[in-house]
């Protein structure tokens, strides 16, 4: 089952760039994002 969590939601709402992801043994999901032109507060 694949969740939306609203942190990713905002991030990519706010023109956020996603680098990179990465999954570890323990199940837990790791993502780099930048952004050069929005504030996310």
Same mark, same amino acid.
């Given at each position: 089952?694949?969740?939306?969590y609203? %942190?990713?939601?905002n991030? !990519?709402?706010?023109?956020a #760039? #996603?680098h +990179?992801?990465? %999954? #570890? +043994?323990?199940?837990?999901?790791l %993502?780099a994002?930048?952004? !050069?032109? +929005? !504030?996310?507060?």
């Amino acid at each position: 089952m694949a969740f939306i969590y609203r %942190a990713v939601e905002n991030l !990519k709402n706010h023109n956020a #760039l #996603l680098h +990179d992801t990465v %999954a #570890l +043994d323990s199940g837990v999901q790791l %993502a780099a994002w930048s952004n !050069k032109y +929005d !504030k996310v507060t």
